[in-house]
Nanobody
Framework: QVQLVESGGGLVQPGGSLRLSCAASGSIFRFNAMGWYRQAPGKERELVASITSGASTAYADTVKGRFTLSRDNAKNTVYLQMNSLKPEDTAVYYC??????????????WGQGTQVTVSS
């Protein structure tokens, strides 16, 4: 079993920054992707950013140039640095872990979610 523990959400003013962390523990797939989805009220959950165990990254167009995802494989932890935050970034952010080999179409594990609110 795998546990994902998130931290770092909160309230920030527009233009501000936050850093989210997600630590994985348990039987972690050797080849995997980790990252973040988010879900705003009344909207579907969307992929924000992902990073593979080989450090390949992908970002949603809406966050490119503002968010940076990194990982520390020794700690099984990913970090989402969010800069130049906008009110439309307000959402619950969910960490995920997805098996890549064999490939899993959807995330296999989810964190509990952390609220990010961007407001003046």
């Amino acid at each position: 079993q795998v546990q994902l523990v998130e931290s770092g959400g909160g309230l920030v003013q527009p233009g501000g920054s936050l850093r989210l962390s997600c630590a994985a523990s348990g039987s972690i797939f050797r080849f995997n992707a980790m990252g973040w989805y988010r879900q705003a009220p009344g909207k579907e959950r969307e992929l924000v950013a992902s990073i593979t165990s080989g450090a390949s990254t992908a970002y949603a167009d809406t966050v490119k140039g503002r968010f940076t995802l990194s990982r520390d494989n020794a700690k099984n932890t990913v970090y989402l640095q969010m800069n130049s935050l906008k009110p439309e970034d307000t959402a619950v952010y969910y960490c995920f872990l997805q098996r890549l080999l064999p490939y899993s179409t959807n995330p296999n594990y989810w964190g509990q979610g952390t609220q990010v609110t961007v407001s003046s």
